[in-house]
């Protein structure tokens, strides 16, 4: 099964990343890696860089910033190859944000990374 690792962090967390965070960071990845169930994941920008996009009527609708206001911020994601959710949530409680933040674990529909299947299997 493949799933998405979403880590959504509050404004103040968000802003207080350090070299410690971004190696904890960078250590999970590898460890996803190393037991060879990483499909992709990186750190996002904050949402004051994001752009979002919508189409009404055949026009495009562009406008600066997150969709929503809220008050945390999707601040990374993962996307993992794992037998079942039983293991999915284990990954997510190594997350190191997952001590201060929140992790959503969502199934991928599909997959259209290399090697994917396309199925979600």
Not at 9 to 29: M, P, T, W
Not at 35 to 50: C, E, F, H, N, Y
Not at 78 to 86: E, N, R, S, T, Y
Not at 91 to 101: E, I, K, L, T, V
Request: net charge negative.
């Amino acid at each position: 099964m493949k799933y998405a690792l979403l880590v959504y962090e509050s404004e103040e967390a968000f802003n207080r990343r350090d070299e410690q965070a971004v190696a904890a960071g960078r250590a999970y990845g590898e460890a996803l890696q190393a037991a060879g169930v990483l499909i992709g994941g990186a750190g996002l920008g904050s949402p004051d860089t994001a752009t979002t996009l919508s189409v009404r009527d055949g026009r495009r609708q562009i406008h600066d910033g997150p969709y929503a206001e809220t008050k945390e911020y999707l601040a990374g994601l993962g996307l993992i190859d794992v037998p079942d959710l039983d293991a999915a949530l284990e990954w997510a409680a190594r997350h190191p944000a997952a001590g201060y933040a929140k992790v959503e674990i969502r199934p991928l529909l599909g997959c259209l990374f290399p090697g994917g299947s396309g199925k979600s299997s």
